[in-house]
């Protein structure tokens, strides 16, 4: 069964970094485009970040420069990497995987599988 597991949310002020991890169980992330998206309360749900089964990656206009995305094959696991993180970044942050196209997009619909959402929260 394919598992995505998410970690790393906290609080954290204005200007300071998170590192989000996303584990992966049941199948190979090698093989899949894993995204990152958030949701804060009111708003819909927007892609962030996304890396492809080569490693090819795209990020949304508002985390460009500030956040990074990688992947570390032997533990199966996405990163995000989130620097100089703004109160407007504050969100549950889910990971999803795309596990047959691999492409880059930052829509969720076109996402098949996700894990449970951690909370970020930017506030001094």
């Known amino acids: 069964q394919l598992q995505l597991v998410e970690s790393g949310g906290g609080l954290v002020q204005p200007g300071g970094s998170l590192r989000l991890s996303c584990a992966g169980s049941?199948?190979?992330?090698?093989?899949?485009?894993i995204g990152w998206f958030r949701q804060a309360p009111g708003k819909e749900r927007e892609g962030v970040s996304v890396i492809n089964n080569i490693g090819a990656t795209n990020h949304a206009d508002f985390v460009k420069g500030r956040f990074s995305i990688s992947r570390d094959s032997a533990r199966n696991t996405v990163y995000l990497q989130m620097d100089s993180l703004k109160p407007e970044d504050t969100a549950v942050y889910y990971c999803a995987a795309e596990a047959f196209m691999a492409r880059l997009s930052l829509v969720p619909e076109d996402y098949d599988y996700w894990g449970q959402g951690t909370q970020v929260t930017v506030s001094s």
């Open positions: 049941g199948f190979s992330l090698d093989y899949t485009a």
